[in-house]
């Protein structure tokens, strides 16, 4: 097969001027802009583009486009390009990927010889003995992986996403296409053309008919002068539920490849038709091409296919390309008639080259020395966007293919997926299903805006969905071409011939999927679109069936592939941070993750912040605690269903720490509420929890509880919230503090106050304490925290005032033997494990989760306990197992765990069976160095402090 | 009327190289994987579901209790459900004492699955990390690896460094919003050619006598005694099935489905705590090797892998509403190829080349739901969420000897539907929410 | 993308929206046996077909709301579709 360029053909879209030089291979060449990086390296002359999967075979060009499997090469760090359509650039440095070690000598070449023992799924019928050595036979086998490679550092380039909403959405810009995109957009509709080529056209493009140009000129031109937003080299992918399409753009200036999400409102899908290649023996050898294939390298890019051809013609696309090879030269050495009887048998010639082709024509069984045969052998019908809407298309003999069956109404076919026509047919059904797109995304249209409560008033009545009206498309007799008398290829990429595919269903894998599964054919680049409906045939064959009997496959998306940057984005992810961020940042914090939020967790020295606190008085940024504003009458009621504990007399002022549980009774979150007002509450919950919470809050009050007269609003962020806790607290606060009186009987341990603080009115003050030391915790609106913050800072300078993080006060917490919901419980915890019984209030008419915590009295539930190991030196993991003896029977675990510097030894919490939750009891525990120690249950959660005279001071 | 399976049929060809190499060279076939059976109006035993824990429990009521007289019957094709559409990871390091016990004999099972079966299954013990990127997923990640060293599975928390090392393509950097802290490193974990255990599985049943029904629905469990209407329910018995072929009678059905295992159990009268979701996948185009381990994410939920035939194989968690509907979501694809470019920002040039779903049974404990229920003679193995592949072989070889017997084996007494009525659910929700 | 109708914001991206499982009432807590507790807790009818379940507006109006959704076909039944069963986007 010699190709070679040749002169200026009146359809060609390269421009001769604009000279672009590449690599490939190392080696230096150069083609024209408009070139695809194979039509360039054709018109060089190369006919050798890659090596089979398994066999390592040469292939060469076979339909030229997008979905040609052998065209598939590695440009710089991007494995796997489609040379038949990527354009071509300068300075390309392009590869080809399955041959070592040159695309000229390839190695493995040699398993040619072994093909009747590499039959489809071999490697399951041996390599199980001896076992050791399997990984070994897997690397073996891994490196036939085929595809490029990937450069570990290829950045994620810039890829942004486009979310549109028009009325129509149409995939395929043939002449079908493009009438529908033209009708629908006269009758008002907003419409998005999506071509998967570089330019609209379709077939026209290639064609040399001077009608089908002018046919081109003039709907190019209307295209022009239309309201129709056109995209070029760009593929809908994807039809999801209600008509979200995934839309990926390859020619976007800025974007790599750029994902558009449309919502549209009716899809017409006019894909056109994919060539399907013919089997026959030897129909892999380089120089065997499709029609279509031969006249877009004639007609787009000035490129003679070869010398010598013979034309298997059973369609007009094939009679159409010897009329274009006749133009350019090639010499045609015989039209085979595929209509008539006529048919192909095999190619002959070397490995890399066609050099005879046995037919059986009109003069019966013959020879013809050839080096190009070009085989149009029919279509593939790509019902990818119909499959993922749900249809399931059907097998029409006669035209020898599939056609839609019953696609949901707001999706609509038209072009070669909807049958045959002439020129002037297909665009008249184009116009028909625009114009049927446009009137029924109007009904659509209305009825969105009418059900959305806010959105502007629309007038006048839906419009009632309009009727399907369209003449519809004549189906052209197609003589079923699939294999002719001798076996070939069926899937070029997988290296699976149908004689693998006939051999699989005899040994019982006679259903496609079980086919498909078992050979792997169509599981490669074009995932089927060339390959499914011959495997079909070779089934039905081996099975004695029809193609019909024996169905097709699902086509799953996406239709064109697209790159995780693209589906990727941006990757926006949010960092949530207190107002007083720039303050832990200018001193020497370090942060730790919690969920979307950067909390302080020390600023150097966890241990002498913890010190500091119980001697001085330190800060520390809670600005996460979950916060719910609730306001309204039944607020009491409210807390009492949602806590355990009771809530119904909880005075003005007043705070009180409630424990919630889930309806199967497992604790789902705690934190203190505080009656501000006399129907005014602020609730707490856990950091984490916080969002969690407020859903639950409102399904009750929403679902369960529509009477009641409840309001609220979360005001997590509206607030920084800062703890001051230490003995000198109250001093510091007093300093602060403008209008409140902090005295302890004034604001005693438990209770909430408002207040000025620093200057910044509408602050709130709870005495709580998380550390169990005297403390303060202060809410101010958000926009002053950093203020009040440094405002506490300055005025306990003297004081010795010092921040302190989220370490510190996680030690400070286990001193007291506070637990942390989700730490030391966890998704089976029930609320009385926590030791909690008496907070749970059995004789409240009902709250979430009562019947389980009312029965979980009869059941032997593990418990959270304060423990010390006998070693004070020792800080058991928290994970750390606790076991029976020298045995490996789990009794519990070690949920928290830190070493004191107030008490100077390691302290525990963890969850034990209940037998040996009394304090004293005495414990093994298993380090994770493997080292077993023994440990004691204390009497209360506290290893400090147990009475809590410190918080109350 | 057992008979025992080994004496039922002249024994087919085994598969080796040899066997290979004299067929190629004669041009001979291979004879079917499994026979083209009538559908018997009788039989000791009806499962429902051709997938590998239908396939797995026909062969191990077979091989290891003499009942060969066994349909399992599928309403497509075998493999056709969550068999042929999951991952294919295979590991056990769990969170419960029972979790591990059970996966551990699992992989155990996998590990000898090519030998005793006769097909390779390419059992590829690459290793699996699972990701920490928080201290709380840390933490959960040292529990997983203390409970795995007790139960005897090898399983061990690594730093960042040692993550590198196993797998260079990692961002292991603080650069990362999410920075990888640590991980849960499980040797043995790996994948498996998933159809080849659904065909090994077959074929070796098969050859023990079992009949394996392709294109047979059950559209009704028949019972007798039961509370409810038509004899079924709590107190009844099994009689039989309906089908779209006709009635069998058996005086045991085991219902061996993944997301339709509600729906078939409400036949029987038996209801269950199941939620079906779809659980999605997708996978790439080819390219060399590069991705040496099984890499799991809980805070990104993703899991990815690559096959020996060099595509990434990903999953996800599952579609967050109930539905029975596999066509998949674009959502699906762009949070999983944000996360893996997360985990792995070099790959942003891979294709995604196909995406597929399949169906999950979600329990409200994250285990499965094993063994008798109260219509006696139906058993269920189901509520596999979307962790059943790996526990094909554990699970056909204990809802066997169940089924067998009448009794409980104690592996999975842990799984008891009544687990529901006595409030004592499974604590493997830290483990198995997105483990892979 | 389904489409789930909002009562308040129209119909929405179900990514705007929380799943809030199938709608079952909850039995009285003082009288319930542990069995109708648990089968309340637990159990679900779980059909191939239409389900009344519920959603939260998580992105929008924050309300919890009630639908029917067919679960083999993804329509929700309220409000109904005019034309064919599979057609429109609402």
Request: charged residues 20%.
């Amino acid at each position: 097969m010699t190709m070679s360029r040749q002169g200026v053909q009146p359809t060609e879209v390269i421009d001769r001027a604009a000279k672009l030089r590449f690599r490939w291979n190392g080696k230096r060449f150069s083609g024209f802009e408009g070139d695809t990086i194979a039509s360039a390296l054709a018109a060089a002359g190369e006919h050798i583009f890659s090596r089979s999967m398994k066999y390592h075979r040469p292939r060469g060009i076979l339909t030229a486009d997008y979905w040609d499997p052998n065209l598939m090469v590695q440009v710089g760090d991007d494995p796997n390009v489609r040379a038949g359509h990527r354009l071509l650039e300068s300075g390309m440095d392009v590869r080809s990927q399955n041959a070592w070690p040159s695309l000229n000598r390839d190695i493995k070449a040699a398993n040619s010889l072994l093909g009747r023992f590499l039959t489809a799924g071999f490697y399951y019928k041996t390599f199980m003995r001896p076992q050791w050595l399997w990984p070994t036979y897997e690397r073996v086998l891994a490196t036939f992986a085929p595809g490029g490679k990937i450069d570990l550092d290829t950045p994620h380039a810039y890829h942004d996403k486009r979310y549109t909403h028009p009325d129509v959405v149409v995939a395929g810009a043939g002449p079908a296409g493009i009438s529908a995109a033209l009708a629908a957009s006269s009758a008002g509709a907003s419409v998005l053309l999506v071509s998967h080529e570089h330019a609209v056209g379709g077939h026209l493009r290639y064609s040399s008919d001077a009608a089908d140009q002018a046919a081109l000129t003039e709907l190019r031109a209307a295209l022009d002068a239309s309201d129709v937003e056109v995209l070029t080299d760009s593929t809908v992918t994807g039809r999801y539920e209600d008509n979200w399409l995934g839309i990926v753009q390859r020619n976007h200036p800025i974007a790599v490849e750029r994902l558009i999400k449309a919502r549209a409102k009716t899809l017409v899908a006019a894909p056109g038709l994919i060539e399907r290649p013919y089997v026959f023996e030897g129909n892999d050898r380089p120089g065997v091409i499709t029609p279509g294939a031969a006249r877009r390298l004639i007609n787009l890019w000035g490129v003679k296919p070869g010398e010598r051809a013979v034309v298997f013609s059973a369609n007009a696309d094939g009679d159409a390309a010897v009329a274009d090879l006749e133009r350019v030269g090639t010499e045609i050495a015989a039209v085979i008639d595929g209509r008539t009887g006529g048919s192909v048998s095999s190619t002959a010639g070397s490995s890399r080259a066609v050099e005879a082709v046995m037919v059986n024509g009109t003069n019966g069984a013959e020879r013809i020395d050839a080096d190009l045969l070009v085989v149009a052998a029919g279509w593939t019908a790509p019902t990818s966007l119909l499959n993922m809407a749900g249809d399931r298309p059907i097998y029409d003999p006669t035209a020898a293919r599939f056609f839609p069956s019953d696609p949901p109404s707001n999706v609509l076919a038209t072009g070669g997926l909807a049958g045959d026509a002439d020129l002037d047919g297909l665009r008249q059904h184009g116009a028909a299903t625009g114009r049927l797109a446009a009137a029924r995304a109007a009904a659509v249209r209305h009825r969105l805006q009418s059900r959305t409560a806010r959105a502007l008033p629309v007038d006048g009545d839906e419009p009632a969905w309009a009727p399907d009206e369209r003449a519809p498309l004549g189906r052209d007799p197609h003589p079923e071409l699939y294999r002719a008398d001798t076996h070939g290829m069926v899937d070029m990429s997988e290296d699976i011939s149908s004689k693998d595919l006939v051999a699989a269903a005899h040994e019982g894998y006679d259903s496609v999927e079980l086919a498909k599964r078992y050979t792997t054919a169509t599981m490669g680049p074009s995932q089927g679109k060339l390959e499914t409906v011959n495997t079909v045939a070779a089934i039905a064959e081996a099975r004695g069936e029809t193609i019909s009997e024996v169905g097709t496959t699902v086509w799953r998306p996406p239709y064109a592939p697209l790159t995780l940057g693209a589906l990727a984005g941006r990757m926006f992810e949010p960092v949530r941070v207190s107002s007083i961020q720039p303050w832990h940042e200018a001193n020497n914090v370090s942060v730790i993750q919690a969920g979307q939020w950067l909390r302080p967790d020390h600023y150097g020295d966890p241990a002498a912040e913890v010190r500091n606190v119980r001697d001085n008085v330190g800060l520390i940024d809670v600005t996460p605690l979950g916060k719910l504003d609730l306001r309204g009458p039944d607020v009491p009621k409210l807390l009492s269903l949602l806590y355990v504990n009771k809530w119904m007399k909880l005075g003005v002022g007043r705070v009180r720490y409630g424990m919630m549980c889930a309806e199967d009774g497992v604790v789902l979150d705690d934190g203190v509420t505080g009656r501000l007002g006399e129907d005014h509450y602020m609730m707490s919950t856990t950091s984490s929890g916080a969002g969690g919470v407020w859903e639950w809050v409102e399904n009750w009050l929403q679902t369960e509880r529509p009477d009641w007269q409840v309001h609220v609003t979360p005001v997590t962020t509206a607030y920084a919230s800062i703890n001051v806790a230490g003995p000198k607290s109250r001093e510091l606060m007093s300093r602060v503090c403008e209008d409140a009186d902090l005295d302890a009987e004034a604001f005693p341990y438990m209770t909430v106050r408002q207040a000025t603080v620093a200057g910044v009115e509408d602050c709130f003050m709870w005495r709580i304490g998380f550390t169990g030391e005297l403390s303060f915790e202060l809410h101010v609106p958000a926009g002053h925290g950093l203020h009040v913050w440094e405002a506490l800072m300055d005025a306990g300078s003297d004081l010795g005032v010092g921040p302190f993080g989220l370490e510190g006060q996680r030690i400070m917490r286990l001193e007291k033997g506070h637990f942390i919901v989700g730490q030391d419980t966890d998704g089976l915890t029930l609320g009385p494990s926590t030791g909690l019984w008496s907070l749970i209030k059995l004789d409240k008419d009902d709250f979430a989760g009562k019947p389980e915590l009312a029965w979980a009295a009869d059941r032997s539930l593990p418990m959270v306990v304060a423990i010390q190991p006998d070693d004070p030196d020792v800080v058991p993991e928290e994970a750390a197992q606790i076991v029976r003896g020298n045995t490996n029977e789990i009794l519990g675990r070690i949920t928290s765990s830190r070493y004191s510097p107030t008490l100077n030894r390691s302290i525990c919490l963890g969850q034990v069976e209940p037998d040996l939750a009394a304090g004293g009891t005495k414990l093994t525990v298993l380090l994770e160095s493997g080292e077993r120690i023994g440990a004691t249950v204390i009497d209360h959660h506290a290893h400090f402090d147990p009475a809590g005279e410190r918080l109350r001071g | 009327m057992r008979g025992n399976g080994r004496l039922g049929r002249k024994r087919p060809p085994k598969y080796s190289a040899a066997a290979l190499a004299w067929k190629g060279l004669r041009g001979q076939s291979w004879p079917r994987v499994w026979r083209d059976c009538d559908l018997k109006r009788s039989y000791d035993a009806v499962v429902i579901g051709g997938g590998v824990h239908g396939l797995a429990t026909a062969y191990y009521l077979a091989r290891n209790h003499g009942m060969t007289d066994v349909a399992v019957l599928d309403k497509a094709y075998l493999g056709s459900g969550g068999s042929g559409r999951n991952t294919a990871i295979v590991r056990s390091n769990y969170l419960t004492p029972e979790g591990v016990a059970f996966y551990d004999r699992s992989v155990h099972l996998y590990e000898q699955m090519a030998v005793e079966l006769n097909i390779n299954v390419m059992f590829s013990q690459r290793g699996h990390l699972t990701l920490a990127h928080s201290d709380a997923s840390l933490r959960t990640m040292h529990w997983r690896a203390e409970v795995n060293k007790l139960g005897g599975v090898n399983s061990s928390v690594i730093g960042p460094d040692e993550i590198k090392k196993e797998c260079p393509s990692l961002d292991t950097s603080d650069h990362p919003r999410y920075p990888i802290q640590g991980a849960l490193y499980h040797p043995p974990g790996g994948v498996v050619r998933h159809d080849a255990v659904v065909w090994g599985y077959a074929r070796a049943a098969d050859h023990m006598g079992v009949e394996m029904h392709q294109k047979t629905e059950v559209t009704d469990i028949l019972c007798e005694g039961g509370d409810g209407p038509d004899g079924k329910g709590a107190g009844g018995r099994v009689t039989g099935v309906r089908t779209n072929r006709g009635d069998i009678s058996t005086p045991i059905v085991i219902n061996c489905t993944a997301g339709w295992a509600s729906l078939i159990s409400t036949m029987a009268g038996v209801r269950l705590p199941i939620t079906t979701h779809p659980l999605q996948a997708a996978v790439t185009e080819p390219v060399k090797m590069f991705l040496p381990t099984v890499v799991v994410s809980g805070s990104l939920h993703v899991y990815v892998s690559q096959t020996d035939r060099g595509e990434l194989v990903f999953g996800a968690s599952v579609d967050p509403y109930a539905n029975y509907s596999v066509r998949g979501s674009l959502e699906f694809t762009e949070g999983l190829a944000g996360h893996v470019l997360e985990l792995m920002p070099g790959v942003s040039r891979m294709r995604i080349l196909r995406q597929w779903s399949g169906l999950c049974d979600m329990t409200p404990d994250y285990s499965p739901v094993m063994g008798h229920t109260p219509v006696e003679g139906f058993l269920v193995d189901v509520g596999w969420g979307t962790y059943g592949f790996k526990a094909a072989p554990v699970s056909g070889e204990q809802i066997a000897e169940a089924a067998a017997t009448g009794t409980t084996p104690k592996l999975i007494e842990a799984f008891a539907l009544s687990r529901f009525d006595d409030g004592e659910l499974v604590g493997e929700k830290g483990a198995a929410s997105v483990g892979h | 993308m389904l489409l789930v109708p909002c009562p308040n914001c129209g119909p929405r991206n179900s990514t705007d929206l929380r799943y809030g499982g199938e709608s079952h009432a909850r039995p009285d807590p003082n009288t319930a046996s542990p069995a109708e507790w648990r089968a309340y807790l637990y159990l679900r009818d779980n059909p191939a077909g239409w389900l009344r379940e519920n959603w939260y507006c998580a992105s929008g109006c924050r309300r919890w709301f009630s639908v029917e959704r067919n679960t083999a076909t993804n329509e929700f039944r309220d409000p109904p579709l005019p034309g064919d069963k599979r057609g429109g986007a609402a």
